[in-house]
């Protein structure tokens, strides 16, 4: 590089040396580090999830009371921001319509976002990677099959299908994991499709077959680490998709059941209170917005610092 | 051209044929249908008139071909509530949900298009990162939270609209709105791609040097090819729209074919419920079909597959 003309040069004078680590090209993982650090959605999404993910864990503690206790004495108590006299400390939040504190019930609600958005993007994940791995390495009429089943999943529409298999047969937590799980997979499927064809088409694959290695190992030690960046960035998208299909149908009455503690159904609930008391639907859904936010902003800064290359 | 449109017109219609076995098997998913229909406790020949009235006796392969030949002809059988045809219902009400769609994907349009335009125009610029963050707070939003919201504001605080109903067009703003909105981001974002994509190209280039005026390059030259994936993107979008409707739909009380669909829900109305899941897919599959020729037919690299 040429020196600019004009340039005091600090080197003689003392003000800076020349240390060997300037001269060691920096270490890929230092690289991602200081990517990291520096890319505000990714530092802003991940403090916003780690502080949820903490609070969910440690509900118990955080919540004074119990989150299905009922005291119909201290119904609707405004939280504390409300000028009102009601308004106490007691109950930061307030109360909902069954004098239930509704901060113990926001702090449950969060544990049952994260275990259905968890447990619906691994189900998800499991099928829709499966097939897309699968279709992008053997290619041909694998290929046409898997495509073809994408599609038929694509045309059939999520909220409608899901709200009409959990009213056949029965809504519960665990069905609802299930529903979300085995329908959302079609973004994972199309992803890992496209992303496997990228990697299939490098030499090194070529080369490992040409030695030899049987299938099971080019798809797990060749294909899925070249893979497994795109597979984060999918994961937390299908995540946030879980967890605001999951408060749609506990909003319409068929997901998640009364009285568990989900922030759609609160909203749900508190639906026919919210001209007089529009706190109750404002705060679950700041909460939900806040989560599906952090998270999307993780997928998005993850895609960012892992394929810098790829951006816009 | 025509090779591709044939092939690509058997796919949509085996996907077709795919979905109406899905959604018939809907019905079995539960158990013994009749015994769904008449209610538990009920007596065991009651269960069984139920089950010769609605043929749930035959075998379930001629049941299906059945239904199918049904569906053809446009009969999609009884609803076990309303006691008339379900194509008549689905007829009915299906215009409402068409212009709340249309509605939605105009809003989403015209938000999304000039953000994207602008955006591309001057990247990383004010308009720009406003873009993207109405873009990341969009995809964010709960719909039905953005709809209440909407209805605390503008239609309790301020009196601005209509809460619920389906009469003038002013009951079609705020569910427009709350169901467009979600389509946003995607749009401007593919706008955005499309625009920067076409502005670095050679011919674009060459008008410039021409000496053009920008506004004429980017209106005329620029935006023509970056507007075709969106086209294709719009079509798909109203597609899932008429799906998404029934939440919106629900809230704001509009008389249009996701609220039928969960009226049915709620009554365990199935014949309704799988009429409408069928309805909607092959819309669907109909509008991504379309979406697809128009852009093999605009764009003939993409006619190879």
Known sequence: MMKEAGMPDTDAAGGRRIGVADLVAPSPATLLRRRILRHWGLLIGGGILIAIAAVALLAPLLAGYDPYDQQLARKLIPPVWHASAKATWQHPLGTDQLGRDYLTRLVYGARISLLIGISAMLISGVIGTTLGVLAGYFGGRVDMLITFIVTTRLSMPVVLVALAVVAIIGSSLTVVIWVLGLLIWDRFAVVMRSATQQVCAREFILAAQAVGCSTSRILLTEIAPNVVNHLIVVATLEMAQAILLEAALSFLGLGVQPPTPSWGLMISEAKGLMFFDPWLISIPGVALFLLVLAINLVGDGLRDVTAPENRN | MLAYAVKRLGVALLVALTVSLITFSMIYMSGDPAIAIAGEGARAEDVEAIRKFYGFDRPIAVQYLDWLAGALKGDLGRSYTLRQPVAGVILARLPVTMILGASAIAFALVLAIPLGVVAAVRPNSMIDRFALALAVVGQAMPSFW????????????????????????????????????????????????????????????????????????????????????????????????????????????????????????????????????????VIYVGLTLAADLLNAFLDPRLRVA
């Open chain 2, 146 to 281: 953005f709809a209440l919201t909407l209805i605390l504001w503008l239609g309790v605080h301020w009196r601005l609209l209509p809460i619920t109903g389906s009469g003038s067009w002013q009951n079609f703003v705020m569910p427009a709105v709350a169901l467009g909105y979600y389509v946003t981001p995607a749009v401007m974002r593919l706008t955005r791609a499309g625009v920067l994509e076409v502005l670095s190209s050679d011919y674009i280039r060459t008008a410039r040097a021409k000496g053009l005026r920008p506004m004429t390059v980017l209106f005329k030259h620029a935006l023509r090819n970056a507007i075709i994936p969106v086209v294709a993107l719009a079509a798909v979008q109203f597609g899932f729209m008429l799906g998404g409707s029934i939440v919106i739909e629900t809230i704001f009380q509009i008389n249009g074919l996701g609220y039928l669909a969960w009226e049915s829900i709620q009554r365990k109305d199935l014949p309704t419920m799988q009429a409408i899941v069928l309805v909607l897919s």
